[in-house]
């Protein structure tokens, strides 16, 4: 059973999905494992709440590479609460084998760089929002 889930992997490292830039994302974060050298850049596009595209672009090692595709898989169509409150059980569930202490970096990299995506910069709105800017405030009357 390891060798079909080894090769499950394999298949996603080699063809990847969702690998690619999203030319109109509402948020790009950058992941990287200084460790090993792994690198991510993830997008995403938020409409009404749901992440309707996602893409990633990188380098790295198959368990990275794969993390990265089965996830980016796993969320499209999703809210973004849902995408938000993805756990790294959820992740090493989605890859289907062991993965060693060692490793383990490299598997929950795709999940800390969409965390960090889906994360509101201080000050600004969260990607998650599709809302209309808000309209200009009304000048202050005479004191």
Known sequence: MDDLYRDYILEHYRRPHNFGVLDDASATQEGANPLCGDRITLQV???????????FTGR??????ASASLLTDEIKGQSV?????MTATDVLDLLGIEIS???????LLSLE????????????AAPASDATPAAPAAPAGPA
């Open 60 to 65: 790295g090692c198959a368990i990275s590479q």
């Open 113 to 124: 760089t969409l965390k960090g995506a889906l994360e509101p910069a201080p000050g600004a």
């Open 45 to 55: 596009r938020v409409r009404g709440g749901v992440i309707d595209g996602v893409g």
């Open 101 to 107: 202490p060692a490793r383990m970096k490299c598997a």
């Open 81 to 85: 609460d849902a995408a938000a409150s």
